[in-house]
């Protein structure tokens, strides 16, 4: 009977430990965004191009075509940045609320960028700033990334 009282008790510590570690993310979310040569909204974009996701939430960057990247550009102040390499997979958590900038090196000039909004878009204005400084220098597409913006809540 002591060594049965014993081993419930330890498997309930073992479980309260795990259902403790599952609680901190059990409510995050995974997101993909693929990295294209040719997708639904054109050449060289990343899709989707614009995300809503939650505090917390993963993102996963997948370059399903040859040489492409993913780089944190602007993003909310103190928030987790990134700068993938080529043909890599890159994931980061989403830990600040704003809206996260991003563009791929190789195709920026195509207008290969994107956006993230989790929750309220404290940092627009300055999403705002560099995407017309980021526009002007778009070879094609120069309107994408207004057009990303206009998708924003």
């Known amino acids: 009977m002591r060594n049965t ?3 419930v008790r330890g498997l309930s510590i073992v479980l309260s430990a795990i259902f403790s570690l599952c609680s901190l993310n059990g ?3 995974e997101h993909e965004i693929r990295m294209v040569n040719m997708g639904s909204s054109g050449q060289m974009v990343f899709e989707p191009a614009v995300l809503q996701v939650a505090v917390g939430d993963r993102v996963t960057f997948l370059p399903t075509d040859p040489e492409h990247d993913s780089i944190s550009v602007v ?4 928030a987790n940045t990134w700068h993938g390499q080529r043909n890599e997979t890159v994931t980061v958590t989403i830990n600040k609320e704003g809206i996260y900038l ?3 090196a190789p195709h920026f000039y195509f207008g290969m960028v994107g956006l993230i909004q989790a929750g309220e878009a404290l940092n627009l204005n300055d999403i705002n700033k560099a995407a017309v400084k980021m526009s002007a220098k778009f070879v094609v597409n120069q309107n994408r990334l207004k057009g990303y913006l206009a998708q924003l809540k």
């Open 5 to 7: 009282l014993a081993s």
């Open 75 to 78: 993003t909310p102040e103190g």
């Open 27 to 29: 409510f995050a979310a």
């Open 102 to 104: 991003f563009k791929c």
